[in-house]
């Protein structure tokens, strides 16, 4: 299937950032740095560079945040600009968010770009203030203005292969999903892959949990909520655990590891990312989003001088959601990958309509 070409891959972690506590939470102190070796105008006439707000978890989950902070170092690197990563704070309000992305505007970086849905409310406060800059936001389609990018991704797409994966890798007819937050957007994970379980066999059981409600409660940073759950579904005889919930996801991988059953990342390649290589014999696979492609395209769209606004959606056909092929045992599987395969085409060719809820 080839997907993993098709997504961005960049070293992370070529060197320790220097975090610099701010109102705002931590932030990198690159940008400064870079800023002041090229001469760079500080000046909000003249763009810093990429200015990126993380999500909850922040970087390090080796999922959703550390792909966004891929596309942020790619554009960085190849267009020679300027940058500030912003991390959250545990329990932040949108006031804390309003702060965060009107500080990296009044710094004068462009494009702002919001990781996660959680930043709808803040952007749609800071945007309008300054109509000179491009706001982007990942994973919400509700925020709308003519300076402002929505980059949202058909996320069901590749958990329905998941789903088919799953499916052919069980061996007691018995899988799980884990989501970190019960909203819309988790939602499309596990309606997307219960519908790829189903297509290869109804019978199969499906075991479902969200972590918490709300995603202050740490449904998208806690890996002890995250093995607590795994255990609970291993225990109930599940065999392949997928789990759509950040930073939380890594505690899924390590309980399914320790069992010696298979679990499925999310967003990144987590079979590749070095903190958890001492799992990846049992990541089978990992539901892709380009994130980092996302970013970079807008940055690219800006440093062009024609920055791209509404919405733009991602999906299997453009080659920015999928499945990662990097554990050679999925590949030794030709069973389950002609199956993936097949299912891949039919979707891309819209023979199936994978369910979003």
């Given at each position: 299937m080839g997907h993993k070409s098709r997504f961005t891959r960049v070293a992370v972690g070529v060197a320790a950032l220097a975090l610099a506590a701010t109102a705002c939470g931590k932030t990198s102190g690159e940008a400064e740095k870079d800023d002041a070796k090229k001469g760079g105008d500080s000046s909000a006439s003249a763009s810093k560079g990429i200015g990126l707000a993380y999500d909850v978890g922040g970087r390090g989950d080796q999922s959703f945040n550390d792909a966004a902070y891929s596309g942020f170092?790619?554009?960085?690197?190849?267009?020679?600009?300027?940058?500030?990563?912003?991390?959250?704070?545990?329990?932040?309000?949108?006031?804390?968010?309003?702060?965060?992305?009107?500080?990296?505007?009044?710094?004068?970086?462009?494009?702002?770009?919001?990781?996660?849905?959680?930043?709808?409310?803040?952007?749609?406060?800071?945007?309008?203030?300054?109509?000179?800059?491009?706001?982007?936001?990942?994973?919400?389609?509700?925020?709308?203005?003519?300076?402002?990018?929505?980059?949202?991704?058909?996320?069901?797409?590749?958990?329905?292969?998941?789903?088919?994966?799953?499916?052919?890798?069980?061996?007691?007819?018995?899988?799980?999903?884990?989501?970190?937050?019960?909203?819309?957007?988790?939602?499309?994970?596990?309606?997307?892959?219960?519908?790829?379980?189903?297509?290869v066999d109804p019978k199969i059981e499906v075991e479902e949990q969200y972590l918490t409600e709300k995603a202050e409660d740490g449904g998208f940073s806690s890996p002890n909520l995250g093995k607590e759950a795994a255990k609970g579904q291993l225990d109930k005889g599940a065999d392949v655990l997928y789990a759509a919930a950040g930073l939380s996801g890594q505690g899924v991988i390590e309980e399914a590891a320790a069992a010696k059953k298979?679990?499925?990342?999310?967003?990144?390649?987590?079979?590749?990312?070095?903190?958890?290589?001492?799992?990846?014999?049992?990541?089978?696979?990992?539901?892709?989003?380009?994130?980092?492609?996302?970013?970079?395209?807008?940055?690219?769209?800006?440093v062009d001088g024609s920055p791209k606004t509404g919405e733009t959606r991602f999906d299997l056909a453009s080659g920015r959601v999928g499945l990662s092929e990097s554990n050679p045992a999925y590949g030794k599987m030709t069973e389950l990958t002609a199956a993936v395969e097949k299912a891949e085409a039919d979707i891309k060719a819209g023979k199936i309509d994978v369910p979003t809820s």
């Open positions: 170092e790619k554009a960085r690197k190849e267009f020679k600009l300027g940058g500030q990563a912003v991390e959250p704070q545990d329990g932040e309000s949108d006031a804390d968010k309003v702060a965060r992305l009107t500080q990296l505007a009044k710094s004068g970086y462009n494009p702002i770009i919001g990781v996660g849905f959680a930043y709808a409310p803040a952007l749609k406060e800071v945007a309008p203030k300054y109509p000179k800059l491009t706001f982007g936001i990942v994973d919400d389609d509700t925020v709308k203005g003519d300076n402002v990018a929505d980059l949202v991704f058909h996320e069901e797409q590749g958990s329905y292969l998941a789903g088919v994966a799953a499916a052919k890798a069980t061996k007691k007819k018995h899988v799980g999903f884990i989501g970190g937050v019960d909203v819309p957007l988790i939602h499309k994970f596990g309606a997307g892959f219960k519908a790829g379980v189903a297509s298979w679990a499925i990342g999310v967003d990144s390649d987590q079979y590749d990312q070095k903190p958890l290589a001492k799992y990846r014999k049992y990541i089978l696979t990992s539901v892709l989003k380009d994130v980092g492609g996302a970013v970079y395209d807008l940055t690219k769209s800006v």
